[in-house]
């Protein structure tokens, strides 16, 4: 079992920043990536950005490319996503999640935090 927990969501104004952590506990051996998705209301949960945890590669999705980060500490098992130059379309409910498996289709990872609102306001 994988428990996932999020943290930093908040509010603020377009062009700001907030950082999102992601504190794994449990067996966290059996994780090979961590992954940021979000989602807007009325919309399908989307892929922010993974990376794979022995490599630390990391993939984003165009629409954040440049302006967020995903990185990981080890000794903490914690991941985060820093966020800079936030717009209004970032807007959603951001969730962590664990594989194997990897990529961007929601429907494959099987663990999953709760969530954070993150709201940017113009």
Do not use: H
Request: aromatic fraction near 14%; charge should be positive; charged fraction near 15%.
């Amino acid at each position: 079992q994988v428990q996932l927990v999020e943290s930093g969501g908040g509010s603020v104004q377009a062009g700001g920043s907030l950082r999102l952590s992601c504190a794994a506990f449990g067996y966290t051996y059996t994780m090979s990536c961590m992954a940021w998705f979000r989602q807007a209301p009325g919309k399908e949960r989307e892929g922010v950005a993974y990376i794979y945890i022995s490599s630390g590669t990391t993939y984003y999705a165009d629409s954040v490319k440049g302006r967020f980060t995903i990185s990981q500490d080890d000794v903490k098992n914690t991941l985060y996503l820093q966020m800079n130059s936030l717009k209004p379309e970032d807007t959603a409910m951001y969730y962590c999640a664990a594989g194997p498996p990897c990529g961007w289709t929601a429907g494959k990872f099987g663990r999953w935090g709760q969530g954070t609102q993150v709201t940017v306001s113009s």
